[in-house]
């Protein structure tokens, strides 16, 4: 499985930026995508995942809207609309993922990086103030 993320680079305070992390390999249609960030010196954090059978799930404990998290299977897409961004949103964003997720919902299974299976290399935002 590959994935590869676009659409990062450099904004201002209060600007948005639209990721992409284009998926391919895998061979069923049931796999989670999830986001996760790094900024500088700080622990890897979970953004937001989804897949077909949990829907959409927001990690972080942020307002509503803020950051939206969808799909294009017909593409093997999944896209990460930011809006509002500050600089505490700087880092590295990276796709990952996993297939076959457990029927019962879990939020770990979207919002821990130790279940994912399969990680991108990373995209680099910059919100500048």
């Known amino acids: 499985v590959q994935l590869v993320e676009s659409g990062g680079g450099s904004v201002q305070t209060g600007g948005s930026l639209r990721l992409s992390c284009a998926a391919s390999g895998h061979t069923t249609k049931d796999y989670v995508i999830a986001w996760f960030r790094q900024a500088p010196g700080k622990d890897r954090e979970a953004v937001a995942g989804?897949?077909?059978?949990?829907?959409?799930?927001y990690c972080l404990d942020i307002p509503p809207g803020q950051h939206r998290i969808t799909n294009d299977s017909a593409q093997n897409t999944a896209y990460l609309q930011m809006s509002n961004l500050r600089p505490e949103d700087s880092g590295v964003y990276y796709c990952a993922s996993y297939a076959n997720p457990p029927r019962f919902y879990r939020k770990t299974y979207y919002c821990d990086d130790s279940v994912m299976k399969y990680w991108g290399k990373g995209i680099r935002v910059t919100v500048s103030s």
């Open positions: 989804l897949s077909g059978r949990h829907g959409h799930i």
